[in-house]
């Protein structure tokens, strides 16, 4: 069975970059595509962007600018991190596997909640 | 990229049937067979209900269903259990390459 465990700050000052990490179990991530989404507070679902085990890269537009998602195989392992943040950015982010033939997300972990405030 | 629509809340009694929909438009639901559906309970990470419109996961009980007419697409919880009682997401893959979610719908039983 598949496990995502998100780790990173859970509180971030404005301006600065939010970095966090998805540690996943039970399976490699190579050959497989890997994606953040977030939720702020009482909110809906927002999808961030998902990056393959070779390091191909899709992002959404809005967030296109500053959001980079990468992976380490060694570590079996990916990450996000969101430049120049506002408090707009506060939400729980969640880590999941994409699967990409399908267009869904099937193994999710159980989020993070980071804020952003000075 | 707009989020798709849904009711912001249906409810029904154990035992019957609802049907909770997500409106896009022909740049997401209508251009392709790839919506998916989760359910969400407070404080926890979405489960996927539904793939690919219609396609129900391994685990997922059989009162949950999917279907798809033009820019819209629906699920429907048939004998509804308190257990039911979630926020539910829409999630479209769209022309430009992107995944939109919908507005989520709150399920009260």
């Known amino acids: 069975q598949v496990q995502l465990q998100e780790s990173g700050p859970g509180l971030v000052k404005p301006s600065e970059t939010l970095s966090l990490t998805c540690t996943v179990s039970?399976?490699?991530?190579?050959?497989?595509?890997w994606g953040w989404i977030r939720q702020p507070p009482g909110e809906g679902l927002e999808w961030i962007g998902y990056v393959y085990s070779t390091g191909s890269t899709n992002y959404n537009p809005s967030l296109k600018s500053r959001v980079t998602i990468s992976g380490d195989t060694s570590k079996n392992q990916f990450s996000l991190k969101l430049t120049s943040v506002t408090a707009a950015d506060t939400a729980v982010y969640y880590c999941a596997r994409y699967h990409l033939g399908g267009a869904y997300f099937d193994y999710w972990g159980q989020g993070t909640l980071v804020t952003v405030s000075s | 990229q707009s989020a798709l629509t849904q009711p912001a809340s249906v409810s029904g009694s154990p035992g019957q049937s609802i049907t909770i929909s997500c409106t896009g438009t022909?740049?997401?639901?209508?251009?392709?067979?790839?919506v998916s559906w989760y359910q969400q309970h407070p404080g926890k990470a979405p489960k996927l209900m539904i793939s690919?419109?219609?396609d129900r996961p391994s685990g997922v009980s059989n009162r949950f269903s999917g279907s798809k007419s033009g820019n819209t697409a629906s699920l429907t919880i048939s004998g509804l259990q308190a257990e039911d009682e979630a926020d539910y997401y829409c999630n479209s893959y769209t022309t430009t390459n992107t995944y939109v979610f919908g507005t989520g719908t709150k399920v009260t039983v």
């Open positions: 022909s740049s997401d639901v209508g251009a392709y067979n790839y």
């Open positions: 690919e419109v219609t």
């Open positions: 039970g399976g490699s991530i190579s050959g497989y595509y």
